[in-house]
């Protein structure tokens, strides 16, 4: 439970963003009787006799970049941070908070509603109605939620969520690194709210295991890498989970392909040519493997491996399988390699992995090579021809002592095609290339680029201009497509870029 998103009593369409100022200019407020602030919700022991630290504000409170609310000044702002201090030391006093930990995220909500009303009455505390909200609101996400982040995951429009120590958060919003006004309180605090994401999924991140993986309840995808290691202050990596993924006809109207690039596409997954998804990070690998997924016949069995699920299929007969971090004896891994093995046996009609990235490369091919065709993959590489060499390292490091001339017939008789996403310069998307794995020159693996996206120049706005460029080839594929009776569907997408 790390608090609801997106159903605040502001609303999440207009975000509020929390704290200037940090902690650092912000007049330290008076000493009274307190426990710790920012303890993990599940935390019982919260310190009640400890003397009275002077306290910095619990979250500092909007500022003047904030959206939808009026620009609060900075006398006003070290009045309202003081008060928020003040109520939260209070109401830690009057909380057990292993008892609010039972509850609904909304029932606590509503109870931390109710309690601070009646602190700011019983301090004869003169508050507005939006002040007041605000007080209630950063209590709330510093005792439930993600504290001063928690307004940013329930935005929509954020893909990544990027925390470089307390002081620093970037979003990225439309393909584009925005600095955001936001702040942590401290260390301590950015350092309890990792600590919190990751103890849900039953791992533990301190200065002994300071890298951890996890996921949030809403299914976005979370790495922590904390001091010594981070040497700013914790860092904290989230990949916003997105609900309504896109479809090749959303990519159609962004621009990053044309209509004929689509039904080329459709036609790749329909006639099952074993595909891999080459792009860097953040790229569109995953959303461009999701929309492929989609042209698969609904009769088939499709058997997905994912480190974290993301992917969306629409059949009905799928298998999802996911990987398992070790526990904290270091116990109990699962890996991509063990699933993909497993996968084998469970008479896969394809087989989906999310991303290929070590030895599962030499599984996966193997299952490409013997008769689970239309199988798919993503792998981190910046072109075709650079993603061919990825697999042969990972089958390398894997420990398989191939020699590299039968590595590679392997790879060229496994895989058909190679779709290449790029994030271009301007933040857009764009499939750059639609490659075909063609045979063998000698020790050389061929490729054939069926489609390339050429970058023409640049507009008024620095928005790149390109355009999608067929080569005219045939593709090996043709006999394929006949065979499944789309060879006309080909051929149009194909004449008219001829
Ligand atoms: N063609 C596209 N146009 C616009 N946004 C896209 C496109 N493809 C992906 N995205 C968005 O980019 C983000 C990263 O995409 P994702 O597929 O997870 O990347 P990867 O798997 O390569 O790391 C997601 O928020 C996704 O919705
Ligand atoms: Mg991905």
Sequence with gaps: MFGKRG????????????????????????????????????????????????????????????????????????????????????????????????????????????????????????????????VIEDICNDVLGL????????????????????????????????????????????????????????????????????????????????PPLAIDGTALTIRKFKKDKLTLENLLQFGSITPELKTVMEVVSEIRLNTLIS????????????????????????????????????????????????????????????LVKNCLRMRPERIIVGEVRGPEAFD??????????????????????????RVENMIMMGGYNLPSRAMREQISGAVNIIVQASRLRDGSRKITHLTEVVGMEGEIITLQDLCVYEIEGEDANGKIVGRHKFSGLRPTFWEKAKYYGLERKLAEALQQNG
């Design 364 to 389: 996966l091919l193997q299952a490409m090579n013997t008769g689970h065709d239309g199988s798919m993959g993503t792998i981190h590489a910046n072109n075709p021809r650079e993603a061919i060499s």
């Design 7 to 134: 159903t605040s009593k502001s609303g999440s369409a207009a975000p509020k963003s929390f704290g200037s100022g940090g902690g650092a200019n912000v007049p330290k407020p008076k000493p009274i009787p307190a426990s710790e602030p920012a303890q993990p919700a599940k935390t019982t022991s919260a310190p009640k006799e400890k003397p009275a630290a002077p306290k910095k504000p619990a979250a500092t409170l909007s500022d003047d970049s904030a959206q939808g609310i009026k620009p609060v000044s900075s006398e006003k702002k070290e009045k309202l941070d003081e008060i928020k201090v003040n109520v939260f030391n209070d109401l830690m006093e009057a909380v057990d908070l292993s008892e609010l930990s039972a509850l609904t995220p909304e029932q606590v909500r509503d109870e931390i509603n109710d309690m601070v009303s009646e602190i700011i009455s019983m301090r004869g505390l003169v508050l507005s109605m939006q002040e007041q909200q605000l």
């Design 279 to 338: 792009g860097g990070t953040g790229s569109g690998k995953t959303t461009l493997l999701n929309c492929m997924t989609g042209h698969i016949d609904p009769a088939e069995r499709i058997i997905t491996c994912e480190d974290s699920a993301e992917l969306q299929l629409q059949q009905p007969h799928v298998v999802r399988l996911e990987t398992r971090p070790p526990n904290l004896e270091g116990k109990g891994e699962i890996s991509m390699r063990d």
């Design 147 to 226: 504290g001063p982040i928690e307004p940013l995951l329930a935005r929509d429009d954020i893909a990544d969520l990027m925390v470089n120590g307390p002081d620093v958060v970037y979003i990225e919003v439309n393909g584009k690194m925005e600095k955001t006004p936001i702040k942590f309180r401290d260390q301590a605090q950015l350092m309890n709210i990792c600590q919190r994401i990751v103890s849900a999924v039953g791992r533990r991140v301190d200065e002994a295991s300071p890298i951890c993986d996890a996921r949030l309840a809403d299914g976005s995808r979370v790495n922590v890498i904390a």
